[in-house]
Nanobody, 114 residues
Framework: QVQVAESGGGLVQPGGSLRLTCAVSGSPVSIYSMAWFRQAPGKQREFVALLTTDGREAIGDTVKGRFTISRNNGEGSKYEAYLQMDNLKVEDTAVYLC?????WGQGTQVTVSS
């Protein structure tokens, strides 16, 4: 069974940066790709970024040019994905969730406010 845990969220001022980490453990052979989504209060879950095991990448239109996704090489069966978020805006405020295969984490809160 795959376990997913996000970390790195917090409060940041507009224009600031944060780096989120998604740690995956359990059965790494079941992992095909790792992705980030976000959900703000009263809004639908929104796609943020995707990175497949063969390096294909997709970035959501609302964050393109500001967010980047990366992952480690799976050393020691420890898989991590990262979301570097730069030039953050108030509208980026949301719970950020990591998806690995069919598994989801609990999310980490990102709040952008002055």
């Amino acid at each position: 069974q795959v376990q997913v845990a996000e970390s790195g969220g917090g409060l940041v001022q507009p224009g600031g940066s944060l780096r989120l980490t998604c740690a995956v453990s359990g059965s790494p052979v079941s992992i095909y790709s790792m992705a980030w989504f976000r959900q703000a209060p009263g809004k639908q879950r929104e796609f943020v970024a995707l990175l497949t095991t063969d390096g294909r990448e997709a970035i959501g239109d609302t964050v393109k040019g500001r967010f980047t996704i990366s992952r480690n090489n799976g050393e020691g069966s420890k898989y991590e994905a990262y979301l570097q978020m730069d030039n953050l805006k108030v509208e980026d405020t949301a719970v950020y969730l990591c998806n690995a295969g069919i598994s989801w984490g609990q999310g980490t809160q990102v709040t952008v406010s002055s």
